[in-house]
T-cell receptor, first 115, second 114 residues
Framework: NAGVTQTPKFRVLKTGQSMTLLCAQD?????MYWYRQDPGMGLRLIHY???????AKGEVPDGYNVSRLKKQNFLLGLESAAPSQTSVYFC??????????????FGPGTRLTVL | DQQVKQNSPSLSVQEGRISILNCDYT??????FLWYKKYPAEGPTFLIS?????DKNEDGRFTVFLNKSAKHLSLHIVPSQPGDSAVYFC?????????????FGTGTSLTVIP
């Protein structure tokens, strides 16, 4: 049982390049989330999904797109990377809404640098 | 504007003593509050939670207190151990018509001195 895994762990991009971050979970969770963590800002929600084929915007969605084609995978895309997107990205998953507190299970993070 | 705030970036405590981490929030619609612990180069891990209808929840050495009138919660760790040294994030859940959203504080770095 791997829990939540993220690919890649590190990446360096040049301004304007594109990339996709992959998140996979093997816990059959309905909800999946993408966050970014920046110094002094805590974790901020980018996009989330309440089930296969659904996505919704979080606090800071601009410059990112997401897709949830399979229940176990949640992809985060950067179409044209900018230096302001340099951050550590965390994926998380949780059970269906209404089940207790909705505690989230986090992946190990992806450190992205945009030059 | 930050809806969940942790005003103390860092805290140092002697081993065996009590650690108290604080968190303030602004949105009265939050229905659950959670604490996560994070070690360097790892993702956060869930520690303890409390429903907005409760004022206390205890799990072993960890207790969370909620004061709704003050929009304040705190995490007590007793006794503190060196392995508790980590960054602690407070989070709050908001149920919206598109699903659950979570708002995190900026974190408090706890150092437990042996």
């Amino acid at each position: 049982n791997a829990g939540v895994t993220q690919t890649p762990k590190f990446r360096v991009l040049k301004t304007g390049q594109s990339m996709t971050l992959l998140c996979a979970q093997d816990m059959n969770h309905e909800y999946m989330y993408w966050y970014r963590q920046d110094p002094g800002m805590g974790l901020r929600l980018i996009h989330y999904s309440v089930g296969e084929g659904t996505t919704a915007k979080g606090e800071v969605p601009d410059g990112y797109n997401v897709s949830r084609l399979k229940k176990q995978n949640f992809l985060l895309g950067l179409e044209s990377a900018a230096p302001s997107q340099t951050s550590v990205y965390f994926c998380a998953s949780s059970y269906r809404a209404g089940e207790a507190s909705g505690e989230q299970f986090f992946g190990p993070g992806t450190r992205l640098t945009v030059l | 504007d930050q809806q969940v705030k942790q005003n103390s970036p860092s805290l140092s405590v002697q081993e065996g003593r009590i650690s108290i981490l604080n968190c303030d929030y602004t949105n009265s619609m939050f229905d659950y509050f959670l604490w996560y612990k994070k070690y360097p180069a790892e993702g956060p891990t869930f520690l303890i939670s409390i429903s907005s209808i409760k004022d206390k929840n205890e799990d072993g050495r960890f207790t969370v207190f909620l004061n709704k009138s003050a929009k304040h919660l705190s995490l007590h760790i007793v006794p503190s151990q060196p392995g508790d040294s980590a960054v602690y994030f407070c989070a709050a859940r908001l149920i919206t018509n598109t699903g659950n959203q979570f708002y995190f504080g900026t974190g408090t770095s706890l150092t437990v001195i042996p």
